[in-house]
């Protein structure tokens, strides 16, 4: 890791902030309507299945064949407020492990009422998932493909006590 100058860092993330974000009342609409989905890559669908629908409680909305790979699967989970988290398999094509990468994924976060927040923190030790818990609200862990998943206990629209929409 090369060596940085925090102060140019955050005095350039400062001029971002001063030239682009507009106060909330001054914001326009936008123009999407929400996210309909976040698709992932999954090498073992039942696996995938398993993972988010039996421990995490997201249930399997449809699984149906993927329209752009054939004999591809393409499932979807119920993440809540009408948001889905998709899956994609590609059988017999060899798409190497999960990385991180410069325009890749770094993590999902979901929203996870507080109550159900602490089960499934609870779930995550009975099954052995090795898991990190940070400022009390939020979890990180990896699914059985490596993409890492944070579950926050924080409304939608909030993070560690700031209003972020």
């Not at 591809?72 to 009408?82: A, L, Q, T, Y």
């Not at 590609?90 to 109550?115: K, N």
């Not at 609200?137 to 926050?152: H, K, M, W």
């Amino acid at each position: 890791m090369t060596s940085i100058d925090l102060d140019v860092v955050r005095a350039e993330r400062d001029r971002i902030r001063d030239t682009h974000l507009k106060p909330a009342g001054q914001r326009p609409a936008s123009s999407a309507r929400g996210l309909h989905h976040t698709a992932l890559i999954s090498s073992d669908v039942e696996r995938t299945v398993r993972f988010y629908q039996d421990l995490l409680e997201f249930p399997l909305t449809e699984l149906i064949e993927n329209r752009d790979y054939p004999g591809s699967s393409h499932f979807f989970f119920d993440i809540g407020n009408g948001n889905l988290l998709a899956f994609f398999d590609f059988p017999g094509l060899d798409v190497g492990p999960y990385a991180e990468v410069l325009g890749g994924l770094h993590h999902i976060a979901i929203s996870i009422d507080p109550e159900r927040w602490q089960r499934l923190v609870r779930k995550l030790d009975e099954a052995g998932v090795e898991h990190a818990v940070h400022s009390d609200v939020s979890v990180y862990f990896r699914d059985p493909d490596g993409a890492r998943v944070e579950l926050i206990a924080d409304p939608l629209g909030e993070m560690y006590g700031n209003t972020v929409l």
